[in-house]
């Protein structure tokens, strides 16, 4: 009963910004950190950003460090990520993933319980 659900990705131009977000239904959202993953046509899934339960912690790929700053609103059980400076090699789709453990801050995909379905984001070159 557990989902997971993204929005926000869309079509853009190289150097635009965007938001992503991602809200949460059966899981008590506190209680997870939470991450964001991208996976472009022919790629493995690669990790983006993390953040602990409460917000204070985060952790950031050396590709998006900088540009990409992952956030979350406990109080609507909403993890966003807003894309700065973009690039094509941007451009993927990106998941939200929940951790039981709180203070994870997980790199790795099989450390996740939970999956959203993605949100495409087309950076244009």
């Known amino acids: 009963q557990v989902t997971l659900v993204e929005s926000g990705g869309e079509l853009v131009q190289t150097g635009d910004s965007l938001t992503l977000s991602c809200v949460t239904f059966?899981?008590?959202?506190?209680?997870?950190?939470m991450g964001w993953f991208r996976q472009a046509p022919g790629e493995e899934r690669e990790f983006v950003a993390t953040i602990d339960w409460s917000g204070s912690n985060t952790d950031y790929a050396d590709s998006v460090k900088g540009r990409f700053t992952i956030s979350r609103d406990n109080t609507k059980n909403t993890l966003y990520l807003s894309l700065n400076r973009l690039k094509p090699e941007d451009t993927a789709v990106y998941s939200c993933a929940a951790n039981k453990n709180p203070v994870g801050q997980e790199r790795q995909v099989q450390k996740y319980n939970h999956w959203g379905q993605g949100t495409q984001v087309t950076v244009s070159s």
């Open positions: 059966g899981l008590p959202f506190s209680s997870y950190s």
